[in-house]
């Protein structure tokens, strides 16, 4: 099974950027959906952005399309997430996930991924 390693989170001026990375290891990404979840302190965890196994679709919660970019390099069997025009309300513990093995492509809800990140966190300051 696919082990997830999350990374590359910190602390940001509101309108400024960072990038993810989810480092896989095990499995080769190309065999899973993936997807990116973000969980604030009180709140549930909820779905940020996802990628489908082949890597030909993308998609976003409202909030973040425009701003977030999932995207995969597959010979370094990682995912990213860049985040452009970060805002305050984007501050959370992100999470990278992936769906069951050979899934074609998941949805927005965390019970349709089987695997996790330890997750990193992002903080945006004004």
């Known amino acids: 099974q696919v082990q997830l390693v999350d990374s590359g989170g910190g602390l940001v001026q509101a309108g400024g950027s960072l990038r993810l990375s989810c480092t896989a290891s095990?499995?080769?990404?190309?065999?899973?959906?993936m997807g990116w979840f973000r969980q604030a302190p009180g709140k549930e965890r909820e779905f940020v952005a996802g990628?489908?196994?082949?890597?030909?679709?993308?998609y976003y919660r409202d909030s973040t399309e425009g701003r977030f970019t999932i995207s995969r390099d597959i010979a370094k069997n990682t995912v990213y997430l860049q985040m452009n025009s970060l805002k305050l309300e984007d501050t959370a513990n992100y999470y990278c996930?992936?769906?069951?093995?050979?899934?074609?492509?998941?949805?927005?809800?965390?019970?349709?991924?089987?695997?996790w990140g330890q997750g990193t966190q992002v903080t945006v300051s004004s």
């Open positions: 095990r499995s080769s990404i190309s065999n899973y959906a």
């Open positions: 990628m489908s196994r082949s890597g030909g679709r993308t």
């Open positions: 996930a992936a769906a069951s093995w050979g899934r074609s492509s998941a949805g927005m809800s965390e019970g349709e991924y089987d695997y």
